[in-house]
């Protein structure tokens, strides 16, 4: 009921916004910065990176604001617009993982039918600092693709037609994405289950 | 597919673990977001080519049209013998499945509808235009 | 040459098989893509065309080819929607709402994809295949 209404508003002040009522863009940007903050927050892993792209999606959104066609709700679109900066951005500087995992060991079967068994668990011992970094380290891994589609549904709680919406695909490459990353996941953050 | 309870139950763990690990430090000076983006846009001026919601309007009150004709269709043709089917009755499901070369992957889910189910094959070789499939 | 006459066979071994269970396997292959305008639904895919564009995310679709087959229990077969990709049927059980089959997806005499399946009525299986030109080939399973 709470979104129905916020999105109701998001439509009155997108119009006046687009008629060139900045304060009206101000109230948007209120709005929503704290989520489309947040989601850029969760693919980048850095902050100063996170608060740039966020003030880029909005000015991006004011630039296409003529293209916004209402067809998804404004959150969604800025979503999108989000989604995509942190794409470009996590493939530029192409970062990978602080601390390197041995990867041999657990090679994922391109065949496999089953998610990988966990390997024996080195990770007994690890404090609460090692969980963290090496959950970093494996979300590092992955594409910045499947990055967004796990954070979008395992954190965001978003359901699959929210995360095509918010991605700009199909359904279908939705699931699939969300399945080879929750592999990949599986395979590097396995022998932790138990220290959980 | 199989192992499918198992493997739920242990996604369930690493979601908990991500869920718990993957925190993103809170908004500081908010308001910088809004300060530093009015002064980039106030620079541009007005949104380019801006369009009236019309058509928003419109889409609303077709698809309102549209879904009212459903009903009144749905309720006219309904077959009067329906009989409830109870739940999972009809629906496919890939019980396993092989890609019998390396380069292949495979991923299986439902269809939104639930009962249909898609076998998503990645990998496979690009065919060109020019060869006949048919 | 070889391909033909083992099609050949298999399906002779298929319409003999011993005993139909009334319904039938359908299968096609469809080339899924994007056009403006979307071009009309061929008929057959009717019914699966909603579900195609929404999981696939395309817009237009054609028909390249189906076939139908009786479904007989322990019976198996060849079904042949096009000359290019064909599949073997395996009927492993008829239960109360479901069959379930053995399929083999072929590309000329290349074997791409074993799976099993429970295949209920009315409720297809869709296999994603390979880019064709600027579209996507989608295999389709229904039994009707």
């Known amino acids: 009921m709470g979104d129905d209404l916020s999105s109701v508003e998001d439509t009155a002040l997108v119009a006046r916004a687009r008629a060139g009522d900045t304060s009206a863009f101000d109230d948007l940007i209120t709005r929503h910065r704290e989520k489309i903050y947040m989601h850029i927050g969760f693919m980048v892993r850095n902050e100063e990176d996170a608060l740039d792209l966020t003030q880029e999606t909005f000015i991006r959104a004011w630039r296409s604001l003529a293209r916004f066609d209402g067809g998804a709700s404004f959150l969604s679109w800025l979503y999108r617009i989000a989604t995509n900066a ?54 590092s891994e992955l594409s910045p693709e499947h990055r967004a589609v796990i954070v979008l549904k395992e954190i965001e709680d978003c359901s699959y037609e929210e995360i095509a919406s918010r991605i700009g695909c199909s359904l279908g490459t939705v699931m699939s994405r969300l399945f080879y990353a929750r592999k990949k996941l599986q395979v590097l953050l396995g022998d932790l289950h138990e220290e959980f | 597919m199989k192992n499918s309870d198992q493997n739920e139950a242990q996604w369930d763990k690493t979601r908990a673990l991500l869920k718990a690990h993957l925190a993103v430090p809170p908004l500081q000076h908010p308001d910088f977001i809004n300060i530093q983006v009015l002064k980039s846009i106030r620079h541009e001026g007005k949104p380019r080519a801006a369009v009236a919601l019309f058509p928003l309007r419109w889409l609303a009150w077709s698809g309102a049209g549209a879904l009212a004709a459903a009903v009144v269709l749905t309720l006219i043709f309904l077959p009067h ?25 495979l991923s299986s889910f439902h269809t939104p509808d639930e009962r249909g189910v898609v076998l998503w094959i990645e990998g496979s070789e690009f065919i060109p235009a020019s060869e006949v499939v048919r | 040459m070889r391909r033909a006459f083992l099609t050949l066979l298999a399906l002779a071994v298929f319409a003999t098989a011993v ?34 564009k929404k999981v696939f995310g395309y817009s237009s679709l054609y028909l390249l080819g189906e076939k139908k087959r009786d479904l007989v229990s322990g019976g198996e077969g060849w079904l042949v929607p096009s000359r290019e990709f064909f599949f073997r049927v395996q009927c492993l059980a008829l239960e109360d709402t479901f069959y379930k089959l053995r399929i083999e997806l072929y590309r000329g005499e290349k074997l791409l994809l074993t799976t099993e399946v429970k295949l209920a009525k009315d409720a297809p299986l869709y296999i994603r295949g390979p880019m064709w030109g600027e579209g996507q080939l989608i295999f389709l399973f229904e039994v009707r």
């Open chain 2, 81 to 105: 013998h329906f009989r409830p089917r109870s739940e999972g009755e009809f629906i496919s499901q890939v019980i396993e499945a092989r890609a019998e070369m390396p380069q292949l992957s």
């Open chain 1, 86 to 139: 942190a794409i470009d951005l996590c493939r530029k500087r192409k970062n990978r993982p602080q601390i390197e995992i041995e990867l041999g060991a657990m090679a994922i079967d391109a065949a496999s039918r089953t998610t990988p068994s966990s390997p024996e668990t080195p990770g007994a011992g690890l404090d609460r600092v090692e969980i963290k970094r090496r959950i970093e380290a494996a979300f």
């Open chain 3, 19 to 52: 005993r139909a269970d009334g319904d039938r396997i359908w299968s096609a292959l469809v080339l899924a893509a994007n056009e403006n305008p979307e071009r009309p639904v061929p008929k057959s895919l009717a019914d699966v065309a909603p579900t195609i």
